[in-house]
């Protein structure tokens, strides 16, 4: 009796640890070559309305409760609070240019985790910084939006090797 309880729930545990490990699993798998796609479109897209100053673009691009977490800073909360944060870190100074490389890409037709480089120039295309960023898209809709968007610097520019 005693070796038939701990076999039930020898076997209870590892169902339970089954199903806490299969989800993890699943979104560390790469994503269809699609999905893939779609989200450097929605890179692209930051990338253009950037370069224009487009602030208001910028924060269509994310979900309702979409949030940046920057270096240094508090949490930006909200589609309208990242327009305001651009327009306002912006305000009377010429746009920038932005350049993201070496993708990762996580998830499934749901979730997607990116993981890539960044270089920003000025808009007389000065290095300003490089960094590094995980960027958090959920798919609403037939659309892909940014939810989580977290970045660093690489340190002091050394370099403008192109």
């Known amino acids: 009796m005693h070796m038939k309880s701990f076999f039930v729930k020898f076997v209870s545990f590892s169902v339970v640890i089954a ?3 299969l989800p993890i699993v ?3 798998e790469s994503p269809p070559l699609s999905v893939e796609s779609a989200i450097k479109a929605e890179n692209t897209r930051w990338a253009d309305a950037f370069k224009r100053g487009d602030y208001q673009a910028i924060g269509r691009l994310y979900t309702e409760n979409g949030t940046l ?3 240094g800073g508090k949490r930006i909360i909200g589609a309208a609070a990242i327009t305001k944060y651009f327009t306002e870190g ?3 100074k010429a746009p920038d240019t932005v350049t993201f490389s070496n993708f990762e890409f996580y998830g499934n037709d749901k979730v997607i985790t990116e993981v890539s480089d960044s270089i920003v120039r000025s808009h007389d295309g000065k290095l300003k910084s490089r960094g590094k960023q995980i960027l958090i898209f959920l798919k609403q809709g037939n659309m892909w939006k940014l939810h989580r ?3 660093n610097d690489d340190g002091p520019v050394q370099s403008d090797d192109r």
């Open 19 to 21: 199903n806490a490990i």
């Open 26 to 28: 699943a979104y560390a």
């Open 69 to 71: 977490l920057q270096p």
């Open 90 to 92: 912006y305000a009377g």
């Open 149 to 151: 968007d977290i970045w």
